[in-house]
């Protein structure tokens, strides 16, 4: 139903209740008007007995003509009274007609009373008749008194109850009318805000940004219409949001276009168009960031200064176009070989620049620079020929040959400058020592590496000497290399750098197979020599160390009580805490650890204390001022009773006096050695002077 | 929609509900025991018409009554019957009352139920030349003695200043006057009806009417022996025949055909007697004082063997008609 009917509905049932009302209290006033004309006329019946009572009392005192004439006349008036009531209800009726009958007998009797005083006088037998008459009327009368006062009284009680009753009917119906215009005062009232509430929160949610509140109005009316309105509105405002959504997809598009853009522009003047390398302005400006980083984090970095050698030659000859194309092929050479955090850039013409960076060393500077050269090694196909292609590099290291963009370049530009002189095809580090050096640790590395392929490594035993005995007590294996070119090599010349590049892993584990195959036959002879072997912290970091140790142990079948590892006490300190599991695993497998060259290495005494270790080497610096130098030798003695106080045994190398054995002897060292007793020697020799028992 | 509306629907249902269970308790509410067992003596006229509407519409049984007629003719024989207790009540006219009252048994008059000041009717022949009161001196005028038809005479003869000894009075049964009047044996009949009527219509008779409404009232009355019925059961008996005269005053035509279905009598018989009757419940000084006259009347007469009058009051009982009718004075 739509609003408008229902607020004409409203309307209508209010103009009802209205009526209604009016017409219930002209109802109720027409009944209680008759009600009131009724109880006037009974009333009036009554009075019109009352007043033939009254003149038939006078007649009865005067007994005259007068008294009945008017007693008839008034009976005649009382006789149109009743005749005129035809409204009687209930009870009336009955007195009423009963006065009815009354009133007809007395009509008789009062003719007969008023024929009785026709004549004058009144004869004997007119006064008999007259009382008897006078009974008649008497009783007549009373009956009629009783009868006017009986319909009095129900007229009363009758149009008393009959309001009431009007009244309750009229009541009902207008409380039932009134509770039916309220009810659809209310169902309309309902209706309103049932519906403005569900717009109010579909707005409210649109409002909100929300387009997916969907308003629904079960009612068929104007409001359901807005809705339907509001809802289209909603659908509307949803596909242009659409459109919105796809010009900002648009514009982030353009933007991104803009941006690749403005990088391509920032590369062309950040970058070489021939080449696509970092530009001069681009190279520095990293450089910078790098150098600031190494020394943030003081480490070290190189700056190379790349020029092709004779390239004015192939431009000459063979046109710029060729050149062009030799320095493309330059750059991409150069970049297969170097690593992705070095960074290449071509400055101008033919040179190049390179950040190297992070490098541990100058050397791996100088391994860079080889990589580079080599990289140009393979011939180049220029125009149809084939070409030989070389290059002149000059090194400055960062913070050694400058701190700043500046210098590092100037001084790489200027080592370059002198590789060229030299012979081209080569690199420089702007401080020629650093040169020297890089070369020859690269020369050595090289030399170690083939070294330990060609298995040039010798074991050579010097001899260990109880003191108390002054017998055998160990062998300490020692390594020497028997270089090519220079000959037998001592430990000191390449030991440091084999530990440096790693290396020192397989020529300890070389060594060791070396050592414990030559010991396995001379352990026959000999059961309680002991053999001594120097150990490098990087090998007793390895985690299968004790565990190829121990099956090398098996393989000769050597007892691990037999076996003395020496650990150079300095760099033991350093790593105490991931050596110590593999210590005391070395120590379970029965093999003795001895602490070399003990005292320059500033071990605490917590330290000695922690660490498994069984035996001290006194190092032979401190031997050697042993006599002469009272400090050395107090050393010494203090070195020895601290041994004897941790139940530690001791033994003294670089022994060269019987002087010096026997002051360690007495100071209490147990065991010694030195060129008093033998230099290392050759395993032959050990065997011929220890072991040939035939 | 559907929940407004089931809630209005039941609303209305209750209000209705509520008006009516209220409307029929108003009704109802008064006679809600047993049914009390009533045995009244009802004389066989159409004066017993509140009897037959009350039986006829139920307002018996609505009163709480079972009630049991025994129709008798005449109120004299009624009061017999319940004198000897074969019937609680009776309904007996106020001669009756008045003869009974002087033998001092022990009876009330609960209510008068119908009056006519006309139900005695002076009859002549024609041909007797009786054309007004005067000329019914030295006339044989047939009566039932020591009836109202007999005191109804004498005073019909005293009003109209006629002497009583001039005429010769003759009585039989009434059941004879119409007869005797045809035949000529008599000149006048004092008879009630429906005799009246009868002697009136008897063919080729030549018979009138002297006038005389207005002297002599007679009443039909309900009496009842003091310890036959409790209180209770005389206002049920009386309520309902309360509703009876109401119904009757409003529905003349009904009442007459319940009555017709009830007597053997022709209609026309019955609308001529009935436009005399007035049916109302009533008991008043008229009453009193009309027994008062018919007892000096008997006295005088030698009717009765008494020479004082009765104390009629002690006869009437209103006190139940007032209850159910507050408009009654009583005495």
Same mark, same amino acid.
């Given at each position: 139903?739509?609003?408008?009917?229902?607020?004409?509905?409203?309307?209508?049932?209010?103009?009802?209740?209205?009526?209604?009302?009016?017409?219930?209290?002209?109802?109720? &006033?027409?009944a209680?008007?008759?009600?009131?004309?009724?109880?006037?006329?009974?009333? @009036?019946?009554?009075?019109? *007995?009352?007043?033939?009572? %009254?003149?038939?009392?006078?007649?009865?005192?005067?007994?005259?003509?007068?008294?009945?004439?008017?007693?008839?006349?008034?009976?005649?008036?009382?006789?149109?009274?009743?005749?005129?009531?035809?409204?009687?209800?209930?009870?009336?009726?009955?007195?009423?007609?009963?006065?009815?009958?009354?009133?007809?007998?007395?009509?008789?009797l009062?003719?007969?009373?008023?024929?009785?005083?026709?004549?004058?006088?009144?004869?004997?037998?007119?006064?008999?008749?007259?009382?008897?008459?006078l009974?008649?009327?008497?009783?007549?009368?009373?009956?009629?008194?009783?009868?006017?006062?009986?319909?009095?009284?129900?007229?009363?009680?009758?149009?008393?109850?009959?309001?009431?009753?009007?009244?309750?009917?009229?009541?009902?119906?207008?409380?039932?009318?009134?509770?039916?215009?309220?009810?659809?005062?209310?169902?309309?009232?309902?209706?309103?805000?049932?519906?403005?509430n569900?717009?109010?929160?579909?707005?409210?949610?649109?409002?909100?940004?929300?387009?997916?509140?969907?308003?629904?109005?079960?009612?068929?009316?104007?409001?359901?219409?807005?809705?339907?309105?509001?809802n289209?509105?909603?659908?509307?405002?949803?596909?242009t949001?659409?459109?919105?959504?796809?010009?900002?997809?648009?514009?982030s598009?353009?933007?991104r276009?803009?941006?690749?853009?403005?990088?391509?522009?920032?590369n062309?003047?950040?970058?070489?168009?021939?080449?696509?390398?970092?530009?001069r302005?681009?190279?520095?400006?990293?450089?910078?960031?790098t150098?600031?980083?190494?020394?943030?984090?003081?480490?070290i970095?190189?700056?190379?200064?790349?020029?092709?050698?004779?390239?004015?030659?192939?431009?000459?000859?063979?046109?710029?176009?060729?050149?062009?194309?030799?320095?493309?092929?330059?750059?991409?050479?150069?970049?297969?070989?170097?690593?992705?955090?070095?960074l290449?850039?071509?400055?101008?013409?033919?040179?190049?620049?390179?950040?190297?960076?992070p490098?541990?060393?100058?050397?791996?500077?100088?391994?860079?620079?080889d990589?580079?050269?080599?990289?140009?090694?393979?011939?180049?196909?220029?125009?149809?020929?084939?070409?030989? &292609?070389?290059?002149?590099?000059?090194? /400055?290291?960062?913070?050694?040959?400058?701190?700043?963009?500046?210098? #590092?370049?100037?001084?790489?530009?200027?080592?370059?400058?002198?590789?060229?002189? *030299?012979?081209?095809?080569?690199?420089?580090?702007?401080?020629?020592?650093? $040169?020297?050096?890089?070369?020859?640790?690269?020369?050595?590395?090289?030399?170690?590496?083939?070294?330990?392929?060609?298995?040039?490594?010798?074991?050579?035993?010097?001899?260990?000497?109880?003191?108390?005995?002054?017998?055998l007590?160990?062998?300490e294996?020692?390594?020497?290399?028997?270089?090519?070119?220079?000959?037998?090599?001592?430990?000191?010349?390449?030991?440091?750098?084999?530990?440096?590049?790693? #290396?020192?892993?397989?020529?300890?584990?070389?060594?060791?197979?070396?050592?414990?195959?030559?010991?396995?036959?001379?352990? @026959?002879?000999?059961?309680?020599?002991?053999?001594?072997?120097?150990?490098?912290i990087?090998?007793?970091?390895?985690?299968?160390?004790?565990?190829?140790?121990?099956?090398?142990?098996?393989?000769? +079948?050597?007892p691990?009580?037999?076996?003395?590892?020496e650990?150079?006490?300095?760099?033991?300190?350093?790593?105490?805490?991931?050596?110590?599991?593999?210590?005391?695993?070395?120590?379970h497998?029965?093999?003795?650890?001895?602490?070399?060259?003990?005292?320059?290495?500033?071990?605490?005494?917590?330290?000695?204390?922690?660490?498994?270790?069984?035996?001290?080497?006194?190092?032979?610096?401190?031997?050697?001022?042993? *006599?002469?130098?009272?400090?050395?030798?107090?050393i010494?003695? %203090?070195?020895?009773?601290?041994?004897?106080?941790l139940?530690?045994?001791?033994?003294?190398?670089?022994?060269?006096?019987?002087?010096?054995?026997?002051? #360690?002897k007495?100071?209490?060292?147990?065991?010694?050695?030195?060129?008093?007793?033998?230099?290392?020697?050759p395993?032959?020799?050990?065997?011929?002077?220890?072991?040939?028992?035939? | 929609?559907?929940?407004?509306?089931?809630?209005?629907g &039941?609303?209305?249902?209750? &209000?209705?509900?509520?008006?009516?269970?209220?409307?029929?308790?108003?009704?109802?509410?008064?006679?809600?025991?047993?049914?009390?067992?009533? $045995?009244?003596?009802? /004389?066989?006229?159409?004066?017993?018409?509140?009897?037959?509407?009350?039986?006829?519409?139920?307002?018996?049984?609505?009163?709480?009554?079972?009630?049991?007629?025994?129709?008798?003719?005449?109120?004299?024989?009624?009061?017999?019957?319940?004198?000897?207790?074969?019937?609680?009540?009776?309904?007996?006219? +106020?001669s009756?009352?008045?003869?009974?009252?002087?033998? @001092?048994?022990?009876?009330?008059?609960?209510? /008068?139920?119908?009056?006519?000041?006309?139900?005695?009717?002076?009859?002549?022949?024609?041909?007797?030349?009786?054309?007004?009161?005067?000329?019914?001196?030295?006339?044989?005028?047939?009566?039932?003695?020591?009836?109202?038809?007999?005191?109804?005479?004498?005073?019909?003869?005293?009003?109209?200043?006629?002497?009583?000894? /001039?005429?010769?009075?003759?009585?039989?049964?009434?059941?004879?006057?119409?007869?005797?009047?045809?035949?000529?044996?008599?000149?006048?009949?004092?008879?009630?009806?429906?005799?009246?009527?009868?002697?009136?219509?008897?063919?080729?008779?030549?018979?009138?009417?002297?006038?005389?409404?207005?002297?002599?009232?007679?009443?039909?009355?309900?009496?009842?022996?003091?310890?036959?019925?409790?209180?209770?059961?005389?206002?049920?008996?009386?309520?309902?025949l309360?509703?009876?005269?109401?119904?009757?005053?409003?529905?003349?035509?009904?009442?007459?055909?319940?009555?017709?279905?009830?007597?053997?009598?022709?209609?026309?018989?019955?609308?001529?007697?009935?436009?005399?009757?007035?049916?109302?419940?009533?008991?008043?000084?008229?009453?009193?004082?009309?027994?008062?006259?018919?007892?000096?009347?008997?006295?005088?007469?030698?009717?009765?063997?008494?020479?004082?009058?009765?104390?009629?009051?002690?006869?009437?009982?209103?006190?139940?008609?007032?209850?159910?009718?507050?408009?009654?004075?009583?005495?």
């Amino acid at each position: 139903m739509s609003i408008n009917a229902r607020l004409l509905v409203l309307v209508v049932a209010s103009v009802l209740l209205t009526l209604l009302i009016a017409a219930a209290t002209a109802i109720n &006033l027409k009944a209680q008007d008759d009600n009131h004309k009724r109880v006037e006329k009974s009333s @009036e019946i009554q009075l019109g *007995i009352s007043l033939v009572r %009254t003149y038939f009392n006078m007649h009865e005192r005067y007994k005259d003509r007068k008294s009945i004439e008017n007693a008839i006349a008034q009976h005649h008036r009382l006789r149109d009274a009743i005749n005129d009531l035809n409204n009687a209800v209930g009870n009336e009726l009955v007195y009423i007609n009963s006065i009815r009958q009354n009133i007809e007998g007395l009509s008789f009797l009062l003719e007969e009373m008023l024929s009785v005083h026709s004549g004058g006088e009144l004869s004997e037998i007119d006064i008999k008749v007259h009382q008897h008459l006078l009974d008649r009327m008497n009783n007549n009368l009373l009956a009629m008194a009783d009868d006017g006062f009986r319909l009095s009284h129900y007229t009363l009680s009758n149009s008393w109850s009959s309001t009431k009753k009007s009244s309750y009917i009229v009541a009902t119906v207008l409380f039932l009318a009134t509770l039916l215009t309220i009810y659809i005062a209310l169902k309309t009232l309902y209706v309103f805000r049932d519906n403005i509430n569900k717009l109010h929160l579909g707005i409210e949610k649109t409002s909100s940004g929300q387009l997916d509140a969907d308003i629904y109005i079960s009612e068929n009316n104007e409001l359901s219409e807005l809705a339907k309105n509001l809802n289209r509105m909603q659908e509307n405002l949803k596909r242009t949001m659409i459109t919105n959504d796809e010009l900002q997809q648009e514009v982030s598009e353009r933007t991104r276009e803009l941006e690749n853009q403005k990088k391509n522009l920032k590369n062309i003047a950040e970058h070489d168009n021939l080449t696509g390398l970092p530009n001069r302005g681009f190279f520095l400006e990293a450089l910078k960031h790098t150098l600031d980083r190494c020394e943030r984090q003081k480490s070290i970095a190189a700056v190379f200064f790349i020029d092709l050698d004779k390239f004015k030659h192939i431009n000459d000859s063979l046109g710029h176009d060729v050149g062009d194309i030799a320095l493309k092929n330059m750059a991409t050479r150069f970049q297969s070989v170097l690593r992705k955090s070095d960074l290449l850039a071509r400055i101008g013409g033919d040179e190049f620049t390179v950040i190297a960076e992070p490098l541990e060393s100058p050397e791996d500077a100088a391994l860079i620079a080889d990589k580079l050269l080599q990289s140009l090694a393979p011939a180049c196909t220029l125009n149809g020929n084939l070409h030989y &292609l070389h290059c002149s590099i000059g090194i /400055s290291i960062y913070p050694d040959d400058g701190i700043d963009c500046n210098s #590092l370049m100037k001084h790489s530009d200027s080592a370059m400058y002198k590789a060229k002189q *030299i012979n081209g095809n080569s690199f420089l580090f702007y401080n020629r020592s650093m $040169t020297d050096e890089v070369i020859y640790k690269i020369q050595l590395e090289a030399e170690l590496r083939s070294a330990i392929l060609h298995r040039q490594f010798e074991v050579f035993y010097q001899p260990q000497i109880d003191l108390t005995t002054n017998k055998l007590f160990g062998l300490e294996a020692l390594i020497r290399w028997r270089h090519p070119e220079k000959g037998l090599t001592l430990p000191i010349n390449f030991i440091a750098h084999a530990e440096e590049r790693g #290396l020192i892993i397989d020529i300890g584990s070389q060594f060791v197979g070396q050592v414990f195959s030559q010991f396995s036959q001379w352990k @026959e002879q000999t059961n309680d020599c002991i053999l001594a072997i120097n150990i490098s912290i990087q090998q007793l970091t390895q985690n299968d160390f004790v565990k190829n140790l121990e099956r090398k142990l098996n393989t000769f +079948n050597i007892p691990g009580e037999l076996l003395e590892l020496e650990i150079t006490e300095g760099h033991l300190i350093h790593d105490i805490e991931t050596t110590l599991e593999q210590l005391k695993a070395l120590k379970h497998l029965g093999i003795t650890i001895c602490l070399d060259d003990f005292g320059t290495g500033y071990s605490s005494l917590a330290h000695l204390k922690r660490l498994p270790i069984s035996k001290l080497k006194i190092d032979q610096s401190f031997i050697a001022g042993f *006599i002469d130098n009272p400090e050395n030798k107090a050393i010494c003695q %203090t070195i020895i009773a601290l041994a004897k106080a941790l139940k530690l045994s001791i033994v003294a190398e670089g022994v060269e006096t019987n002087d010096q054995a026997e002051n #360690l002897k007495l100071a209490g060292c147990d065991q010694a050695q030195g060129f008093l007793y033998s230099r290392a020697l050759p395993a032959e020799k050990i065997h011929e002077l220890y072991f040939n028992q035939s | 929609m559907t929940r407004g509306r089931l809630f209005f629907g &039941l609303l209305t249902i209750t &209000l209705l509900a509520v008006v009516l269970f209220t409307v029929r308790n108003q009704k109802t509410a008064t006679f809600t025991d047993n049914a009390t067992a009533v $045995t009244i003596a009802v /004389s066989t006229t159409p004066l017993s018409a509140p009897f037959y509407v009350a039986r006829e519409l139920g307002y018996f049984n609505q009163a709480g009554l079972d009630v049991k007629f025994l129709e008798v003719a005449g109120g004299s024989a009624c009061f017999q019957m319940m004198m000897s207790g074969e019937a609680d009540m009776a309904t007996s006219s +106020n001669s009756v009352i008045m003869f009974n009252g002087f033998n @001092e048994v022990p009876f009330s008059v609960l209510a /008068s139920f119908v009056s006519s000041d006309n139900d005695i009717k002076i009859m002549a022949r024609t041909s007797s030349g009786i054309d007004s009161p005067k000329d019914l001196a030295e006339k044989k005028i047939a009566v039932v003695k020591g009836s109202a038809s007999d005191y109804f005479l004498y005073s019909y003869l005293a009003v109209n200043g006629v002497n009583v000894d /001039s005429v010769s009075v003759v009585s039989m049964p009434p059941d004879h006057m119409p007869l005797a009047l045809h035949r000529g044996e008599v000149d006048a009949i004092s008879a009630w009806e429906p005799y009246a009527y009868e002697s009136l219509n008897k063919k080729s008779s030549a018979v009138h009417l002297l006038p005389s409404k207005g002297i002599y009232s007679l009443t039909f009355n309900l009496v009842a022996r003091p310890d036959s019925l409790t209180k209770d059961a005389q206002h049920r008996v009386i309520t309902a025949l309360h509703n009876a005269v109401t119904y009757i005053a409003h529905n003349p035509h009904k009442a007459k055909e319940i009555v017709l279905r009830h007597l053997a009598l022709n209609p026309k018989q019955l609308n001529w007697a009935w436009q005399d009757y007035s049916f109302k419940l009533s008991m008043n000084r008229a009453f009193l004082v009309s027994l008062e006259s018919q007892s000096r009347w008997a006295i005088s007469n030698g009717m009765v063997d008494k020479d004082r009058l009765p104390d009629f009051t002690s006869y009437i009982d209103t006190r139940v008609l007032s209850q159910v009718d507050t408009s009654v004075i009583g005495m």
